[in-house]
């Protein structure tokens, strides 16, 4: 998929994907009565990337990794030979605003921050290093924006 694509997903199932979907069901039924709409929002957007990613060959090896009290990554994911480091927004109209120009540089040194305590830890390079966000619109169906190399660390 190009940088900067829209993909309008067609949520077709194979058999195994079932499992995944009726699980992620269950999870956000759970976290609607937990969190907030809004966390839970973003939680649902969070389970549609990671399922997007994985049909585009990504291998998502940790979601929400928080190795400090200010610093987060929604998605790590290999894709190929690189370490890709995603963050997901979520928002269930585009109408004031699309979803991924909420990341602003505060936001981006946060998630450095936790993609250089991860790659320290994994022993990866920094030149192996990229940092994608995925915007979703929850239209019906949701639309999905995956940006790459959306900014530098």
Do not use: C
Not at 16 to 40: E, F, I, M, P, Y
Not at 50 to 67: E, T
Not at 68 to 95: M, N, P, Y
């Amino acid at each position: 998929m190009e940088t900067g694509s829209r993909q309008r997903t067609n949520w077709t199932l194979k058999p195994g994907q079932l499992l995944w979907k009726l699980s992620d069901r269950a999870r956000q039924h759970r976290q609607a009565h937990v969190l907030n709409a809004t966390a839970a929002l973003g939680k649902r957007g969070e389970d549609l990337a990671h399922r997007y990613l994985q049909r585009a060959g990504f291998q998502v090896v940790a979601r929400n990794y928080k190795p400090g009290q200010d610093s987060e990554v929604d998605i790590v994911a290999w894709h190929g030979e690189l370490l890709v480091f995603v963050e997901v927004k979520t928002r269930t109209s585009d109408e004031h605003s699309a979803p991924e120009r909420n990341v602003g540089p505060e936001k981006e040194r946060h998630i450095v921050r936790a993609a250089r305590a991860y790659a320290t830890r994994a022993g990866v390079a920094w030149d192996y290093v990229r940092f994608d966000i995925i915007s979703i619109v929850m239209n019906n169906p949701p639309t999905i924006a995956h940006y790459q190399n959306a900014f530098f660390g």
